[in-house]
């Protein structure tokens, strides 16, 4: 047996020759070894003799051994007779773990001087001691039953540990066993090395098997003994479409009223495929309704056709229909059939990839029922001119009852008529006018009224039909332009302001609209440019002061209707939050004087107002007394005298911020003064009888009374509806002359709404105290002395 499996191992051997500083040279020696194999797994006993290494010497000699087997793993294996160079072996060593082992062989004299040294290589015979291996014990797979024969079904793979390109690691698949074992398939495999392929002849029928289990062997081809294992392969059978569905019947009424819809009936049907799967599951088709009346859908539970009305029917154009219902599944439907089986090669079998089934009649009835009146036109549209006469008849209504079995008598009545423009005549159908109709309403949409008519038949359960009128009115000149707004308010300073006006009428009764001013007086302080168009601007003259003015404006339309309209303008002046002004040191001293004066003489007028109070203020060392005073009449808003206005406005120049300059003159008279007042003050003017400085109580009586008395008459001719307050010519009593500028002289003084400080009123003389506590009695006068 050694001799078969034994190798001769060729050593090429180098004789090494030490060589000692006083020794001779040696010979080179040529040494044959034999060569050793050890089989794996040699069960012993141990230890036996693996052999002899042969040295050609006569001499005594020492032999040892080093390596592999000896003090490296695997270790204490072998060992070797220092004298006679017999090897022997100690245990068993795995083949798959070590090929070969390699060692040293070493020769030396009896003075272990070294003769030879030689390397050794024992080989490691394999035996066949594994099994081929799967890679895994168990294979799954699934199958559609619709796939034909020759196909792959499933792969398997092994392998063996023992030498390779040996027979103890070569094998072979086969199938041990297939479970079930039916007639209409059979398994075989192909190798192709360590790859295992599956394969079938027949037709999978999923209801003769859901699953088969194929038991597979792989065997090795060893000498001595054949080594095998096994592994398993599940392959599952997915149910196809191999049984074509059939409907075996129907429940249900299989009828329907017209004008109805809903579920008629229910379909049946029989599948001998897996429940719930793709194959099994039904879907239907409808044949000859072409209108589209019906619907079929399948119930996911039970795989029934559900028959549905989804258009109501008429029973007077149709009062039965036949339809035809087939039925196939959600996957084709596929057939294989076994034909003749053979050995070598791919058995005969049927295939048929579609089949259909007969189609399933069935007669649909249809139920009459009161049908409602249908109007001959169901929409209608007329056009008209608004406005028109009460009674006019706009539309006759038309209707017809399609009943052939049901009273066919019906009556009109009024349905939507949101602005209550129309009647309508049961018995005719005639639409009328009922009040007048208005193209401008709100509720209009384009111009179009709708009204709704119902026609209801005289059966025992009545119905109703619909008709709808469209009244599309057409416009007439029958508004004017209207100002948008009546009232505007402008500033003094401004000269124009916008005014506008609109027409709800349509062109070529609308815009653009003329604009006139009425009046002879208005057209002096205003005009409007330009006249035409939907917004104009209002233009104010010179002549036009702050007041309330009323002008009269003529707009019309473009066709020349129009009416006249009254525009209130009030007109003010307008403060701005801050003004510069850049004044003399003098003119400060003046305006800081005449703000004290205005404020003195209002608190006098405040308390000489009260008629029910005198008062009298002694001298307190200061020129001037102030005598007693009575108003003639009660009074609530009092103003300063003429002559104090006069005394304030008289020949002031003031410097203002842009270099422009202005001189302030004189009023040629006591209403032109009043006028003046008034404008500073922002009042309207009141009766006033006061004196100051004179000397005694009727010469202050007398000079109030012709005050009071001018001041009346000028009231009386200025608040006149053609004249305007403070409309006046200034005269001008005295001229300074030329004024001359030195901008370096005058300082720059900002004066703003906040800068008054009321405080200031507490640090005046001891007169003005007396005085402010003859307009407030809640002032108390400073103590005397």
């Known amino acids: 047996m050694r001799t078969i499996i034994t190798t001769l191992i060729i050593l090429s ?59 490296k793993e695997p270790k204490n294996v072998l060992s070797i007779n220092t004298r006679t160079g017999e090897l022997l072996v100690h245990k068993k060593v795995d083949y798959e773990t070590y090929k070969s082992l390699s060692l040293i062989f070493e ?61 103890n690691s070569t094998f072979k698949f086969a199938i041990v066993s297939v479970t079930p074992e039916t007639d209409n398939v059979q398994f075989y495999i192909k190798q192709n090395n360590n790859i295992g392929s599956i394969y079938f002849k027949g037709c999978l029928d999923y209801q003769k098997a859901q699953k088969y289990t194929l038991l597979i062997k792989a065997t090795d081809n060893g000498n001595k003994v054949q080594l095998s294992n096994t592994s398993t392969v599940v392959l599952n059978i997915i149910d196809n479409n191999n049984n074509h569905p059939y409907i075996t019947g129907h429940t249900g009424p299989a009828k329907i009223k017209e004008r109805e819809v809903g579920v008629v009936l229910r379909l049946q049907v029989n599948d001998s495929d897996s429940n719930g799967s793709p194959a099994w599951k039904a879907k239907f088709t409808l044949h000859g309704d072409l ?50 089986r053979k050995l070598s090669d791919l058995w005969d079998v049927e295939t048929r990839l579609k089949e259909f089934s007969v189609p399933y009649n069935i007669t649909i009835n249809v139920e009459d029922v009161n049908d409602p009146p249908e109007f001959v036109l169901p929409i209608k549209k007329i056009w008209m001119k608004e406005n028109i006469k009460i009674g006019t008849v706009l539309e006759t209504f038309s209707v017809i009852d399609p009943d052939k079995t049901f009273d066919n008598t019906f009556y009109f009545k009024k349905g939507e008529d949101k602005n209550n423009w129309v009647t309508v005549e049961s018995e005719t159908g005639r639409v009328l006018v009922n009040n007048v109709m208005d193209r401008e309403s709100a509720i209009l949409k384009d111009s179009t009224y709708t009204v709704i008519v119902y026609a209801v038949n005289k059966a025992e359960n009545p119905q109703t039909g619909t008709g709808t009128l469209l009244i599309h009115l057409m416009d007439e000149n029958d508004n004017v332009p209207l100002l948008v707004r009546n009232t505007v308010e402008m500033c003094v300073s401004n000269k124009t302001t916008n005014i506008y006006a609109a027409d709800p009428d349509l062109p070529p009764y609308s815009a653009p609209f003329h604009w006139l001013l009425e009046d002879d007086q208005t057209k002096e ?46 007109v003010h002046f307008c403060t701005s939050n801050h003004l510069t002004v850049q004044l003399g040191l003098s003119a400060v001293r003046i305006i800081i004087f005449t703000l004290l004066i205005l404020l003195v003489t209002f608190l006098m007028a405040l308390k000489l107002s009260k008629k029910r109070k005198t008062a009298m203020i002694l001298s307190d060392d200061v020129s001037g007394n102030l005598m007693i005073s009575n108003t003639e009449m009660p009074g609530t808003d009092c103003e300063v005298p003429n002559h104090i206005s006069q005394l304030l406005l008289n020949g002031r120049s003031v410097k203002m911020t842009n270099g422009s300059s202005r001189k302030h003159s004189l009023l040629h008279d006591s209403t032109s003064a009043t006028s003046a007042e008034n404008l500073m003050l922002g009042k309207s003017p009141c009766r006033v009888s006061m004196s100051t400085n004179f000397t005694n109580h009727r010469d202050h009586t007398h000079i109030s ?62 007169r003005f105290s007396s005085l402010a506590a003859v307009c407030r009695a809640d002032l108390k006068s400073p103590p005397q002395g």
């Not at 030396?108 to 066949?128: Q, Y």
């Not at 291996?133 to 619709?146: G, K, M, W």
């Not at 024969?149 to 793979?157: D, K, S």
Request: proline content about 4%.
């Open 705 to 766: 009374r012709v005050l009071s008395n001018q001041i009346d008459q000028k009231l009386v001719q200025l608040q006149t509806s053609e004249h305007e307050l403070g409309d006046y010519k200034p005269h001008s009593y005295a001229d300074e002359g030329p004024e001359e500028i030195h901008d370096e002289n005058l300082d720059t003084l900002s004066v703003t709404e906040n800068d008054f400080n009321p405080d200031i009123l507490t640090n005046l003389s001891v």
């Open 13 to 71: 051997v180098a004789c090494v020759v030490e060589v000692s500083g006083k020794s001779k040279i040696r010979q080179k020696r040529t040494w044959i070894i034999d060569s050793f194999v050890i089989e794996e797994e040699n069960p012993g006993p141990f230890p036996y003799v693996l052999g002899t290494i042969h040295v050609e010497n006569d001499k005594s000699v020492w032999f040892f051994l080093t390596g592999m087997g000896i003090e």
């Open 525 to 570: 302080k205003w005009k409007i440019e330009p006249n035409f168009g939907t917004n104009v601007s209002l233009v104010k003259k010179d002549t036009v002061y702050s007041g309330n003015y009323v002008i009269r404006i003529k707009i019309s339309d473009s066709q020349g209707h129009g009416s006249v309209q009254n525009l209130y303008v009030k």
């Open 107 to 167: 020769e030396r004299d009896e003075k272990f001087a070294l003769n030879t040294k030689l390397g050794v290589e024992i080989k490691i015979l394999d035996i066949n001691d594994h099994a081929p291996v799967f890679n895994s014990s168990l294979y799954e797979e699934t199958l559609d039953e619709s796939v034909t024969q020759g196909n792959l079904v499933a792969t398997v793979y092994a392998s063996d540990l023992d030498e390779p390109n040996t027979p």
């Open 291 to 340: 209108e589209n009346y019906f619907n079929i859908t399948t119930d996911p539970k039970t795989n029934e056709g559900i028959l549905t009305v989804v258009k109501a029917m008429d029973y007077e154009k149709q009062s039965a229909r036949n339809l035809s219902i087939s039925v196939e599944n959600e996957v084709p439907y596929f057939f294989c059939g076994v034909k003749k």
